[in-house]
């Protein structure tokens, strides 16, 4: 079982439209969650970072954390046509590791 | 500017000669890390250091070594490498072994 899944897509939305990624993770003492955006190319940079349980809002961006359902998720309202990325889903571990999910590429169609 | 800085950037070299990717931040962040990135498998850790002279494995440390002597520094040495080394290398650091890590720029090795 991987650490960290994330569906790999490709996912397609309309600009304007609201893109929801998803990702699910193994360790259960796992603190910190993370969502990287990563232009092709590029290194990846930080979108959001969550800690509790619930929903943490960015401007366009919501990280939501359900630490029961091992869950995290990243809305991106209104969608822009530069939002087209990559993004990672990132966790660390109870030993201070980190680990990554494969990413999901989003295309946003303007 | 806050910066991770890794060097080379892109280096060819052929099986079994030594080389050494070097990654320095000048945040004063107590965690750095490396990762590979390859298609299909993500960025995967290779080592991380808690602090000067910690260090520790990650999911693929086989076939790399690393040291931390000082603060800022952090090497990602190949003693032998192979072609299934061949991948773009990430240096990474961060405040704590929970915060935000800020990535340097990649570094992209091909061992023939």
């Known amino acids: 079982q991987k650490e960290v899944e994330q569906n790999s897509g490709p996912l397609s939305v309309p600009e304007g439209a609201i893109a929801s990624l998803n990702c699910t993770y193994s360790d259960r003492g796992s603190q910190s969650f993370f969502w990287y955006r990563q232009y092709s190319g590029k290194s990846p940079e930080l979108i959001m970072f969550?800690?509790?349980?619930g929903d943490k809002e960015d401007g366009r961006f919501t990280a939501q954390l359900n630490k029961a359902s091992q869950y995290v998720s990243l809305l991106i309202r209104d969608s822009q046509p530069s939002d087209s990325a990559t993004y990672l889903c990132?966790?660390?571990?109870?030993?201070?590791?980190?680990?990554f999910g494969t990413g999901t590429s989003l295309t946003v169609i303007p | 500017e806050a910066q991770v800085t890794q060097n080379p950037r892109y280096l060819i070299t052929v099986t079994g000669k030594k080389l050494t990717v070097t990654c320095s931040q000048n945040?004063?962040?107590?965690?750095m890390s490396w990762y590979r990135q390859d298609p299909g498998l993500g960025l995967r850790q290779i080592y991380y250091s808690m602090n000067v002279e910690v260090t520790d494995k990650g999911d693929v440390p086989e076939g790399y070594k690393v040291s931390r002597k000082e603060k800022r520094n952090f090497p990602l040495i190949l003693e032998s490498p192979s072609p299934n080394q061949t991948s773009l290398y990430f240096c990474a650091s961060s405040s704590t072994g929970m915060e935000t890590q800020y990535f340097g720029p990649g570094t992209r090795l091909l061992v023939l």
């Open positions: 969550i800690y509790s349980n």
């Open positions: 990132a966790v660390n571990s109870r030993r201070d590791q980190f680990y």
């Open positions: 945040m004063n962040h107590e965690y």
